[in-house]
């Protein structure tokens, strides 16, 4: 085959200069040699001219132009406006680069950004190719094939690693094949693209003879049908980006209208988009606050793991997953990374303490050996690591075994108690953290952010790819790639599956959850929906759909310090015996527990939860027995003072000694008849020696252990919401019978609980759920070979029995816990609907009936949230409302504001009514004081 003869080359002066803004080597070509000018050019009339340079005829003609037209059409800009204007006007090609075709040197780089060409570049072209026989004049031809080309395309966006977009690889598709489809030699897997004609077409701005012969050649332009194409390309490709607009520039808004519109579908599409998120405030400073605890403890007990697996994939799985936000132009963070997830109420924590004292200080920490060491510091006997800087709270849990099979299980990941029972406030750029205290943190919201990005990975081939290679390595096979999709759809499945189960629990009893949200958790509804329904459905059962319950009693997380001395633990006085308490938490967030009927009767109850672990935390909070201290007094974890210290030139946080003198005589009137004397106010037990926490006249006191009485009170008798009380008291579940859950034998026999009623499949949540953790604990113990000594150090000398009541009011009731460390537990009362001091402090008709939780600064004056009377807040992006309304007037379960209120004497028929009202310089008076405890 012969090439037709070939025109001289133009002289430079000849030919039409290109502007460098013009990136195409194709269009520079056809700009250099007059075929379309270098401006604005009609969409029309340049597809036409790029088609007579393809030579193709009939239908390939027209497709190839359809391809030619969309790629115009959207080469200066992908904006509707943008593509109408390309539409109606054309393309403008002196402004192409930066456009969206634009590579930004993740490309070939042979013409840089002064329209330059790197001469370099073109001899690496070349050393991808191979010498092939020229079908014109049968001389030695240096080429590239489609083969070729993708390797060579393939090896670019390799080196453009740490700048490439995503997209980047796909734009390489419409460049290269397309050069070879229009100025290839040969045909079929023969045809290639020379090096020589590339070159000149770079260098010299010139086509090879045959191309020029193709471009001469007359050629109608089919206006009409690619405009009225273009018309319905355009109005498409408005509508698209429109959308695609809305779902990644305004995924929140999006889901609000979303929300907004009633039936199923809509609200289907909402729960697709991620759930919105508060911007963090600025932290200038972050500060732990001394608590009794070395740095190693505490860092210890924010990651030693429980033996949960809160999160559906393995904890490899975990740090890799991105976040689900849907991006254009490039990748979204990960799921793991501190920044993000600290929108979700979490603190940053080092990966290692072991470091110098500058990142210490960062994260809050004094210099370990500035910190007092706690009695009982269990961090040297079992190390944790944090190596890929997880907030407070992350655990990693190593070497588990499925409680079934007993096969070996990869890294898990979960939450242990930190992550609920760590607070921090914050204050005019300032953090303060400290341990014990209720945290911030938004589970609800993680929950759904990790099974949507579970889904995106899934749905998105890019996502998945880069997921595979941060498990596996970038050169894993084929068939561990398909192996890992597997196990992720596997986890999908469970998600979705939950998301189901809970639609049809709401269809079925017509009710939505009550609104968790930042500092707030329906804690005991979700063990038993997790106990259960998902833990037996897990184990091959089908237990009963009313085994799940809405989530509609939140309570806000509670403080710990101080709770291992007090007999009930509980919010409801439901719970005295620490380790169930503890292995029950641990079973709600996802430890791994058989049940399954397939198993031998020995393996049931054998469950991932840590036993020893639990023991030690509760040891680092209970530290050495208060009596034999001297003064009397509370080790372990204490409770936070107040930090006026770290704020000297402040007013707000300075503590007036003159109100804090007469706030101890209202404390002494009010307060001490339910909260008893403070735990830590010499100055008190001095004035009021009767009432002091630690008098030998203080009768609460039982010295097995010892541990406090608290003083209980009726859930109606104190006003407060019953909802959370009611849990236990009212909730029923459906137990198999293989099970053999029988309270008369488990609780009675062994723990000597009086009047325990027969097995039924039917029965009580509260008596179900201590056999199933007593079962279970009982089980590690078991399989560890405790000593019989040993068991009994663990479990201590409280029972594991339901309460008896307090002999004068009827259940279900709340305890009254000292107030030490009050003043870093805003909200108030147990389900955290009050927002600060001053307002639990007026009359419940006044409080403020909605305010908002999230990422608020503190207000040291109001002690907790500031709102004013009569305020009625917006909450800002992503912050979560605390209502004791709904938008139609009605009440909300588990919401009420109402109760231990001062408006009057108590008495017979005035629920909620605890003292007489307080007059403002009292109230401020007794702020001030409990400021100090």
Same mark, same amino acid.
């Given at each position: 085959?012969?090439?037709?003869?070939?025109?001289?080359?133009?002289?430079?002066?000849?030919?039409?200069?290109?502007?460098?803004?013009?990136?195409?080597?194709?269009?520079?070509?056809?700009?250099? =040699?007059?075929?379309?000018?270098?401006?604005?050019?009609?969409?029309? %009339?340049?597809?036409?001219?790029?088609?007579?340079?393809?030579?193709?005829?009939?239908? %390939?003609?027209?497709?190839?132009?359809?391809?030619?037209?969309?790629?115009?059409?959207?080469?200066?800009?992908?904006?509707?406006?943008?593509?109408?204007?390309?539409?109606?006007?054309?393309?403008?090609?002196?402004?192409?680069?930066?456009? /969206?075709?634009?590579?930004?040197?993740?490309?070939?780089?042979?013409?840089?950004?002064?329209?330059?060409?790197?001469?370099?570049?073109?001899?690496?072209?070349?050393?991808?190719?191979?010498?092939?026989?020229?079908?014109?004049?049968?001389?030695?031809?240096?080429?590239?094939?489609?083969?070729?080309?993708?390797?060579?395309?393939?090896?670019?966006?390799?080196?453009?690693? =740490?700048?490439?977009?995503?997209?980047?690889?796909?734009?390489? $598709?419409?460049?290269?094949?397309?050069?070879?489809?229009?100025?290839?030699?040969?045909?079929?897997?023969?045809?290639?693209?020379?090096?020589?004609?590339?070159?000149?077409?770079?260098?010299?701005?010139?086509?090879?003879?045959?191309?020029?012969?193709?471009?001469?050649?007359?050629? /109608?332009?089919?206006?009409?049908?690619?405009?009225?194409?273009?018309? @319905?390309?355009?109005?498409?490709?408005?509508?698209?980006?429109?959308?695609?607009?809305?779902?990644?520039?305004?995924?929140?808004?999006?889901?609000?209208?979303?929300?907004?519109?009633?039936?199923?579908?809509?609200?289907?599409?909402?729960?697709?988009? /991620?759930?919105?998120?508060?911007?963090?405030?600025?932290?200038?400073?972050?500060r732990w606050l001394d608590q009794n605890w070395s740095t190693e403890d505490r860092h210890w007990f924010h990651h030693v793991s429980q033996g949960t697996t809160t999160f559906p994939v393995p904890y490899a799985w975990f740090v890799a997953l991105e976040q689900p936000r849907i991006y254009l132009l490039s990748r979204p963070g990960l799921l793991s990374d501190s920044t993000y997830l600290e929108r979700? =109420?979490?603190?940053?924590?080092?990966?290692?303490?072991?470091? *110098?004292?500058?990142?210490? @200080?960062?994260? =809050?920490?004094?210099?370990?050996?500035?910190?007092?060491?706690?009695?009982?510091?269990?961090?040297?006997? +079992?190390?944790?690591?944090?190596?890929?800087?997880?907030?407070?709270?992350?655990?990693?849990?190593?070497?588990?075994?499925?409680?079934?099979?007993?096969?070996?299980?990869p890294d898990l990941i979960g939450l242990t108690c930190a992550a609920c029972h760590t607070g921090s406030i914050h204050y005019k750029g300032t953090s303060i953290r400290y341990d014990g205290g209720p945290a911030m943190v938004n589970l609800l919201k993680l929950e759904q952010a990790t099974g949507l990005s579970i889904a995106y990975t899934l749905i998105f081939p890019s996502r998945f790819n880069r997921f595979a290679a941060r498990v596996l390595g970038p050169h894993a096979t084929e068939t561990r790639r398909a192996e890992l999709k597997k196990g992720l759809s596997?986890?999908?499945?469970?998600?979705?599956?939950?998301?189901?189960?809970?639609?049809?629990?709401? $269809?079925?009893?017509?009710?939505?959850?009550?609104?968790?949200?930042?500092?707030?958790?329906?804690?005991?509804?979700?063990?038993?929906?997790?106990?259960?329904?998902?833990?037996?459905?897990?184990?091959?059962?089908?237990?009963?759909?009313?085994?799940?319950?809405?989530?509609?009693?939140?309570?806000?997380?509670?403080?710990?310090?101080?709770?291992?001395?007090? @007999?009930?633990?509980?919010? *409801?006085?439901?719970?005295?015996?620490?380790?169930?308490? $503890?292995?029950?938490?641990?079973?709600?967030?996802?430890?791994?527990?058989?049940?399954?009927?397939?198993?031998?009767?020995?393996?049931?109850?054998?469950?991932?939860?840590?036993?020893?672990?639990?023991?030690?935390?509760?040891k680092m909070l209970r530290g050495p027995n208060p009596f034999e201290q001297t003064p009397k007094g509370f080790g372990g974890l204490r409770s936070p003072k107040w930090p006026s210290e770290m704020f000297p030139g402040d007013d707000a946080w300075k503590i007036d000694p003159a109100k804090v003198k007469r706030g101890r005589k209202v404390y002494a009137e009010i307060c001490v008849e339910c909260h008893r004397g403070p735990v830590n106010d010499p100055e008190f037990d001095k004035q009021y020696p009767d009432l002091s926490f630690w008098s030998p006249k203080e009768t609460r006191w039982k010295q097995n252990g010892p541990v406090f009485d608290e003083v209980q009170m009726s859930a109606k008798g104190m006003g407060t919401d019953p909802q959370q009380a009611d849990v236990l008291n009212l909730r029923k579940v459906e137990v198999p019978g293989f099970l053999d859950f029988q309270p008369a034998r488990d609780l009675g026999e062994f723990w000597g609980c009086p009047n325990m009623p027969a097995a039924s499949p039917m029965m009580s949540y509260a008596l179900a759920l201590m056999i199933a953790v007593d079962r279970t604990a009982k089980k590690w113990m078991k399989d560890h070979k405790v000593s019989p000594a040993a068991q009994a150090e663990i479990w201590g000398t409280r %029972?594991?029995?339901?309460?008896?009541? $307090?002999?004068?009011?009827?259940?279900?009731?709340?305890?009254?816990?000292?107030?030490?460390?009050? +003043?870093?537990?805003?909200?108030?009362?147990?389900?955290?609907?009050?927002?600060?001091?001053?307002?639990?402090?007026?009359?419940?008709?006044?409080?403020?009936?909605?305010?908002?939780?999230?990422?608020?600064?503190?207000?040291?004056?109001?002690?907790?949230?500031?709102?004013d009377a009569g305020e009625k807040q917006t909450c800002a992006k992503g912050e979560t409302p605390v209502s004791t309304v709904d938008s139609k007037g009605s009440p909300i379960p588990g919401n009420s504001n109402l109760g231990h209120s001062l408006e009057g004497t108590p008495g017979p028929g005035k629920p909620g009514v605890i003292g007489r009202p307080l007059k403002d310089d009292e109230r401020t008076d007794l702020i001030e004081y409990l400021k100090t405890l």
């Open positions: 085959m012969q090439d037709p003869p070939a025109a001289p080359p133009a002289s430079p002066s000849q030919q039409i200069p290109v502007s460098p803004n013009n990136p195409c080597p194709f269009l520079r070509g056809l700009v250099s =040699g007059e075929y379309v000018g270098g401006h604005v050019v009609p969409l029309p %009339k340049l597809t036409a001219t790029i088609g007579s340079a393809t030579g193709e005829k009939g239908l %390939k003609e027209r497709l190839a132009g359809v391809e030619i037209y969309l790629v115009a059409l959207i080469a200066n800009g992908l904006g509707p406006l943008r593509v109408f204007k390309s539409w109606w006007s054309g393309a403008v090609l002196d402004q192409l680069r930066n456009g /969206p075709l634009d590579k930004h040197g993740a490309g070939s780089r042979i013409l840089n950004v002064d329209g330059e060409v790197d001469e370099s570049e073109i001899t690496r072209l070349a050393e991808f190719g191979s010498d092939y026989t020229d079908p014109y004049d049968g001389g030695i031809d240096r080429g590239l094939n489609a083969q070729q080309i993708t390797t060579y395309m393939n090896a670019n966006f390799a080196r453009a690693e =740490g700048h490439r977009r995503p997209i980047d690889r796909l734009l390489m $598709n419409g460049e290269w094949p397309v050069l070879l489809n229009i100025m290839g030699k040969g045909d079929g897997d023969d045809r290639y693209l020379s090096v020589a004609e590339v070159r000149a077409l770079f260098v010299d701005q010139q086509f090879p003879q045959r191309i020029v012969m193709r471009l001469k050649q007359p050629r /109608p332009v089919p206006s009409r049908f690619l405009r009225i194409f273009g018309g @319905l390309v355009v109005g498409a490709v408005s509508a698209a980006v429109l959308a695609l607009v809305v779902i990644t520039q305004f995924p929140d808004q999006l889901r609000a209208a979303l929300m907004a519109v009633p039936g199923q579908l809509p609200q289907t599409a909402a729960q697709l988009l /991620p759930p919105p998120l508060p911007h963090m405030p600025t932290v200038k400073t972050a979700f =109420g979490f603190i940053p924590s080092p990966k290692t303490i072991h470091t *110098d004292k500058a990142t210490l @200080l960062r994260y =809050g920490y004094v210099d370990s050996n500035d910190a007092p060491a706690s009695t009982q510091s269990t961090s040297g006997k +079992w190390p944790v690591e944090n190596f890929d800087g997880l907030p407070v709270g992350f655990a990693r849990l190593i070497g588990a075994t499925d409680p079934a099979t007993g096969a070996p299980q596997k986890a999908g499945d469970f998600v979705k599956a939950q998301a189901v189960t809970l639609s049809n629990l709401y $269809n079925r009893v017509h009710q939505q959850d009550t609104e968790e949200g930042y500092g707030r958790l329906d804690a005991l509804n979700r063990i038993g929906n997790q106990v259960f329904y998902t833990d037996m459905v897990a184990s091959g059962l089908s237990p009963s759909e009313d085994n799940m319950h809405v989530r509609d009693a939140p309570v806000s997380f509670p403080p710990i310090w101080t709770v291992p001395w007090l @007999l009930w633990a509980q919010y *409801d006085a439901s719970i005295q015996q620490p380790l169930i308490r $503890n292995a029950g938490e641990a079973l709600g967030v996802s430890a791994l527990i058989n049940l399954s009927p397939e198993s031998s009767i020995d393996s049931l109850f054998r469950s991932s939860v840590d036993v020893a672990n639990l023991d030690s935390i509760e %029972k594991n029995c339901p309460n008896p009541g $307090n002999g004068e009011e009827a259940p279900p009731y709340y305890r009254a816990r000292p107030l030490n460390g009050v +003043w870093a537990t805003a909200p108030y009362l147990h389900n955290g609907s009050v927002p600060s001091l001053y307002w639990m402090l007026t009359p419940a008709a006044e409080r403020p009936k909605q305010f908002c939780m999230g990422t608020r600064d503190f207000d040291p004056q109001q002690v907790g949230f500031h709102i």
